[in-house]
């Protein structure tokens, strides 16, 4: 390819970029709010911690704070619902999973747990 040639070539992808741009702009990206993040973070490891323990309540009761927080900061920003409905779930997880303790091992010790494993 000839000098020229190529000159020419890169001109037009140039003008067709333009053009492009022109037509249809980037939409503009927003900022996502820490507490969201954080919140959507915490309230993922809340729902994991919750089959396991109670007080996966109380870090889900926290996560949702921050969520909440963070959703009215910027209520545009779909990741802040996401945010909120994630530590809702670990909330009612952390709570049905403590109800399904109560109901099945009485006191919630250790001891009557691994006798359920063993039957």
């Known amino acids: 390819?000839?000098?020229?040639?190529?000159?020419?070539?890169?001109?037009?992808?140039?003008?067709?970029?333009?053009?492009?741009?022109?037509?249809?702009?980037?939409?503009?990206?927003?900022?996502?709010?820490?507490w969201t993040v954080f919140g959507l973070s915490v309230g993922i490891a809340s729902i994991i911690i919750g089959i396991f323990t109670s007080y996966a309540v109380i870090l889900a009761g926290f996560s949702l704070f921050m969520s909440v927080i963070g959703f009215i900061r910027?209520?545009?920003?779909?990741?802040?619902?996401?945010?909120v409905i994630c530590s809702a779930?670990?909330?009612?997880?952390?709570?049905?999973?403590?109800?399904?303790?109560?109901?099945?091992f009485g006191d919630g010790n250790l001891t009557s747990l691994n006798e359920f494993l063993h039957m």
């Open 74 to 83: 910027n209520r545009t920003d779909t990741l802040g619902i996401a945010s």
């Open 89 to 104: 779930a670990g909330v009612l997880l952390g709570i049905a999973m403590e109800a399904v303790r109560i109901m099945f």
């Open 1 to 34: 390819m000839s000098e020229t040639d190529f000159q020419h070539y890169y001109r037009e992808i140039r003008e067709r970029d333009q053009k492009a741009e022109e037509e249809a702009p980037l939409p503009h990206i927003s900022e996502t709010s820490v």
